[in-house]
């Protein structure tokens, strides 16, 4: 009977345990869940610190020595089973106040109250501005039926790694040291930027804050909002495409770490040049961006950052980017009608790329130059220069380049009046249009081809508009045909016009013929 019995003791003294234990949770609910949700969070801020003491100490002999093996009821004796179910009490899940807190409350606005609580102002100010950016941002993005733009207050992950992030900043602030606030805040930007673009906004607001301490830091030679500055607008070009904003940053960048060894290799995980030479190169592309799109609707100011542009180039040491740039600067010079220094651009644009064997470039500043002296009127050197580019394209093998020059080769000669060469130059072009596959150009090649064939025949077909009605039948025949079927004229002119020497071949190859056959003949008879 024993054997059956102590089980079952142990059995039910379990449930009762068990029975204890949900009647104690509904008495704690009931007391501190009355009428509103919050009413447990707002029990908890009254009494966080008592409470958090208190579930402490009650763990804290298993937290100590956590190698402790806690009986089971079935495993306890009968004298044991009072002291095993303190144990079991003691070790459960310790709550804390504030993850009840969390729990019960919205996540970020229980953050928000931790803040407060302890005292972190600055950390609950930063919290605070990216919460509000964030609902404006919602506002603004209400999405889609298939997708909804994510949420900071609901990335509870995001959240918790603002949450260090900003405490550990003001933490080094309370100890004075500005440098390490500012690097805090420098990686948490770093962090969100390499994340997708929904975040990229976090990463802005972050990289203004590191910029604010930033200032405040002596002693360093100001390379650490250097470094801030380049790396701001880096992240402005790259990710934002925000060029103007970041031309600021940059400029300031490069003049505080001219003949420095600062690079942020380290910060970004890859191979850097030094900031000077990263900035320099930044701000050539930036400039160039601008450029590019302001040089149609604004010549002037296009060109003013063209000539700055130059100069980065040449800062950087690269000489490609110094071709690039003079290419540019060139047009430039072109677009405000200052031809003769577009000249000088194209032509040192023509020695560098000589220099470095760069024969794609070479092409492009033959053909620039072209333009340039045509902007001028001189013919001899258009054509030279036209020339040039396709002897050096063919000899390369620049199909592409070869057919622009041969399709400008031939614009110029129609526009000189020149037609035979220019309908031969556009049908080269418009043949290497189709070979490559270039549907627009082969389009725009045929097209001028038709033009400079019908400037050839346009002649002959005023003269047969002249010679029509009344008095040539034949000719008004030929006009409706041509109309009608498109049946070509002007090789029947050519046709049925014969030189002297093709009548007197005709007439020699008819009288050796009748010689032949009469000579034939008579053989013929002798026989019979």
């Given amino acids: 009977?024993?054997?059956?019995?102590?089980?079952?003791?142990?059995?039910?003294?379990?449930v009762l345990l068990l029975r204890a234990y949900k009647e104690t949770l509904k008495i704690m609910t009931a007391k501190y869940r009355q009428g509103k949700r919050h009413d447990v969070a707002e029990f908890l801020k009254q009494n966080c610190t008592e409470w958090s003491n208190n579930s402490d100490s009650n763990i804290s002999g298993y937290i100590d020595n956590p190698k402790i093996k806690l009986k089971t009821l079935p495993q306890a004796q009968g004298k044991e089973i009072n002291k095993v179910i303190d144990d079991l009490k003691a070790a459960l899940p310790n709550i804390t106040p504030k993850e009840v807190r969390r729990f019960y409350m919205p996540y970020h606005e229980a953050i928000l109250l931790e803040f407060k609580e302890q005292g972190y102002q600055q950390?609950?100010?930063?919290?605070?501005?990216?919460?509000?950016?964030?609902?404006?941002?919602?506002?603004?993005?209400?999405?889609?039926?298939?997708?909804?733009?994510?949420?900071?207050?609901?990335?509870?992950?995001?959240?918790n790694y603002l949450t260090n992030g900003f405490i550990a900043s003001e933490k080094s602030k309370r100890e004075g040291d500005y440098f390490a606030q500012a690097t805090t805040l420098l990686d948490m930007a770093l962090f969100f930027q390499s994340k997708t673009w929904e975040w990229w906004w976090i990463a802005d607001h972050l990289y203004q804050f590191?910029?604010?301490?930033?200032?405040?830091?002596?002693?360093?030679?100001?390379?650490?909002?250097?470094?801030?500055?380049?790396?701001?607008?880096?992240?402005?070009?790259?990710?934002?495409?925000?060029?103007?904003?970041?031309?600021?940053?940059?400029?300031?960048?490069?003049?505080?770490?001219?003949?420095?060894?600062?690079?942020?290799?380290a910060k970004l995980g890859l191979k850097q040049h030094c900031i000077f030479k990263e900035c320099n190169i930044l701000l050539y592309k930036t400039l160039l961006i601008f450029v590019r799109t302001e040089r149609l609707q604004n010549p002037q100011s296009a060109l003013k950052a063209c000539i700055e542009a130059v100069e980065r180039a040449t800062d950087a040491g690269n000489i490609e980017y110094t071709n690039e740039v003079l290419y540019e600067l060139g047009k430039c010079y072109i677009a405000v009608n200052e031809i003769k220094n577009a000249l000088q651009?194209?032509?040192?644009?023509?020695?560098?790329?000589?220099?470095?064997?760069?024969?794609?470039?070479?092409?492009?500043?033959?053909?620039?130059?072209?333009?340039?002296?045509?902007?001028?009127?001189?013919?001899?050197?258009?054509?030279?220069?036209?020339?040039?580019?396709?002897?050096?394209?063919?000899?390369?093998?620049?199909?592409?380049?070869?057919?622009?020059?041969?399709?400008?080769t031939g614009e110029h000669y129609l526009s000189q009046g020149k037609l035979h060469f220019s309908t031969k130059h556009l049908e080269n072009a418009l043949n290497l249009y189709s070979r490559l596959d270039l549907t627009r150009e082969a389009d725009q090649a045929r097209c001028i081809a038709g033009i400079s064939k019908g400037q050839e025949r346009i002649q002959k077909y005023i003269?047969?508009?002249?010679?029509?009605?009344?008095?040539?039948?034949?000719a008004t025949l030929k006009l409706c045909r041509w109309k009608s079927y498109r049946e070509i004229f002007w090789i029947e002119e050519t046709l049925d016009t014969k030189s002297d020497l093709e009548i007197q071949h005709e007439n020699s190859d008819t009288l050796s013929s009748s010689l032949s056959s009469t000579l034939h003949n008579d053989q013929a008879t002798s026989r019979l």
Avoid at 351 to 366: F, M, Q, W
Wanted: hydrophobic content about 35%.
């Fill in 210 to 265: 590191a910029l604010s301490i930033a200032k405040l830091i002596d002693g360093d030679d100001a390379k650490t909002i250097t470094l801030i500055r380049y790396l701001y607008g880096r992240f402005l070009c790259h990710e934002l495409q925000n060029p103007t904003e970041a031309l600021d940053h940059l400029n300031k960048a490069r003049k505080d770490s001219e003949n420095k060894t600062w690079n942020a290799s």
């Fill in 123 to 159: 950390s609950f100010d930063y919290m605070t501005k990216l919460l509000d950016f964030d609902e404006k941002i919602s506002e603004k993005t209400p999405g889609s039926l298939s997708w909804k733009k994510p949420s900071l207050k609901d990335q509870q992950d995001f959240i």
């Fill in 463 to 474: 003269d047969l508009l002249l010679r029509c009605g009344e008095y040539d039948e034949n």
């Fill in 1 to 14: 009977m024993l054997c059956f019995i102590f089980p079952l003791f142990h059995l039910s003294v379990y």
């Fill in 345 to 408: 651009s194209f032509s040192k644009l023509l020695a560098l790329a000589k220099r470095t064997s760069d024969i794609e470039g070479v092409c492009n500043a033959h053909m620039e130059l072209a333009f340039a002296y045509k902007h001028l009127s001189d013919s001899d050197y258009t054509e030279k220069h036209l020339r040039m580019c396709r002897e050096n394209a063919e000899n390369f093998g620049l199909l592409e380049k070869l057919a622009d020059a041969h399709y400008y």
